[in-house]
């Protein structure tokens, strides 16, 4: 199964609706596992050494730095990106379908943004 890692600034309706929708989804939040207030770098670090694909709203610098990851060769299991005005009820739908429907190596190396249609 996907493992995934809620940045800080992620809306919780959408962690609350995930961990509603799929049963046994292996979702961390960064507040929760001593990283908050933790800056970009050490949330993807964290990520790659624990082989989890971040949700962020951080459109711009989280995806910029995930970006900077891959120029250099460090691993990056993938981060989706969620603009802020798109509602929660149709993130928790896509990110249903990326839980139960795709493989953690489908999403290596790979920046992809919300709504998936």
């Given at each position: 199964?996907?493992?995934?890692l809620a940045d800080e600034?992620?809306?919780?309706?959408?962690?609350?609706?995930?961990?509603?929708?799929?049963?046994?989804?292996?979702?961390?939040?960064?507040?929760?596992?001593?990283?908050?207030?933790?800056?970009?770098?050490?949330?993807?670090?964290?990520?790659?050494?624990?082989?989890?694909?971040?949700?962020?709203?951080?459109?711009?610098?989280?995806?910029?730095?995930?970006?900077?990851r891959l120029a250099?060769?460090?691993?990056?299991?993938?981060?989706?990106?969620?603009?802020?005005?798109?509602?929660?009820?149709?993130?928790?739908?896509?990110?249903?379908?990326?839980?139960?429907?795709?493989?953690?190596?489908?999403?290596?190396?790979?920046?992809?943004?919300?709504?998936?249609?």
């Amino acid at each position: 199964m996907i493992r995934l890692l809620a940045d800080e600034n992620l809306n919780n309706d959408i962690v609350r609706g995930l961990v509603r929708r799929v049963q046994g989804v292996d979702l961390q939040r960064v507040q929760d596992i001593g990283l908050r207030g933790a800056d970009d770098d050490a949330v993807l670090e964290h990520a790659a050494r624990d082989g989890r694909i971040v949700l962020t709203h951080d459109v711009s610098t989280l995806v910029a730095r995930a970006y900077e990851r891959l120029a250099k060769g460090e691993s990056m299991p993938g981060v989706i990106a969620i603009p802020q005005d798109v509602p929660v009820g149709a993130v928790v739908a896509d990110l249903v379908l990326v839980v139960e429907c795709s493989s953690s190596e489908e999403w290596s190396g790979q920046v992809r943004y919300l709504p998936l249609r």
